[in-house]
């Protein structure tokens, strides 16, 4: 069996064709704090959310798309009251439905519904096997052991879990714990994944960022594990990219199988497209999905391969990575529109990587995620 | 998997025929597989109270084929599904 991303891969008669999956960022409160957060700086507050009414509508459009998975994301997805009845629609639409939820505020009567209303799979994220650590990297304490119980409900209705472990500097060393949490757990699935450096994550890119021999030995430690859990745990690994020679194809390719609508309805091609200056987002508000997805100006924007630079332009790999992430060549580059310089063929990749050694060297201290714009860690 | 086994797609597989894409998929968490034809006939039948045998035996009967031969392939094919995780023997559980 093939899988169906490598069947749509690469069609150069067309940009883009039928989106696989929707990331619905439904709200962007969350009640932890995480200094590594991809959502936007600026967050966008609960007044500004599409209502009930307004996203019953906008399912009913990603399924006519064609759209094969939701994602229920956030911030906190859990912080909207209504998430029942989403899921419900999403799966009455036949719409393979994930939560991807901290699972702080998760009860047990609520998982109850979501299951009853259709839900699929869920994923939990992580911040440290450590209370304490736990603790300082999410703002909240007692997160942890909630997580353990939430993952514990979850298994016990026999839905598929997943965990995701967000590693940086200060945590790293904890990733062979982290995976026999996994196994504890009964999650079926771990990502690891690396911090990527939008958002939040761009502010504390100094408190998180890895140190080269980190990394080494995180990719010895997951390649062990991977070998030794084969049909046990299967075990996804983002490697940060300031250190790759390659980049990553985000999003499988800008506007090509999978889009975000953020909290107010606005539609990105991924989460950290509004830090790219100069894009103009069209919102489920004002158009049809189906106009969004075809015209918008951002989905069009880096559609494709016609839009490239050398070295991009003639390189064999554009069709794989799709020159990379657009929104890491604006934050380093100030051109949205350059060859990703984590690429090790971009002229400018020998100084991204001489930049991440001096953050690797910064100060631990970070500045938490929330809706005045950030809060320094105390101390330090 | 063994001719006794009783395959069953977990809740949270889905075997859907995509009307977008005009063909049938196998939906997963953070997964999704096209199945070829003769998968999708094997999936259709794996409802959990058929056995192996018995699904081999069906296949056979319709496209007029030796059935060793079809226990054996599918065999195979839904022992792969397994330890994907996309696939359960009932009798095993
Ligand atoms: S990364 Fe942390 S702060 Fe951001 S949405 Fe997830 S749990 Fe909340
Ligand atoms: S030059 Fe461009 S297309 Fe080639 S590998 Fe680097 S980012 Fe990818």
Redesign the pocket.
Known sequence: MTELSARLRPDPARSHGIPIAVLAEITHRCPLQCPYCSNPVELERASAELSTEEWLRVLGEIADLGVLQLHFSGGEPLARRDLETLVARAAALDLYTNLITSAVTLTEARLDALAQAGLDHVQISVQSVEDALATRIGGLRGALERKRAAAAWVRARDLPLTLNAVMHRQNLHELPEMIEMALDLGAARLEVANVQYYGWALRNRAALMPTPDQIDTASKVVDAARARLHGRLVIDYVEPDYYAA??KPCMGGWGRQVFNISPSGKVLPCHAAESIAGLRFDSVRDHPLAWIWDHSEAMNRYRGTAW?PE??RS????H?????CRCQASALLSDAGA??P?????PRHAEVFEAALAFSEGSDRYTYRDFSGGTPEPGG | MTPDSRPALPRFVKLRFDRARDTWLLLAPERILIPDEIAVEVLKLCDGEATLAAIAATLAARYDAPEPEILSDITDMLADLEAKGFLRDREAA
């Open positions: 390659r980049p490239m070295p991009c390189c064999a790999h554009k794989d990575d799709w020159g990379g060859t990703d984590a690429c090790a063929f971009s």
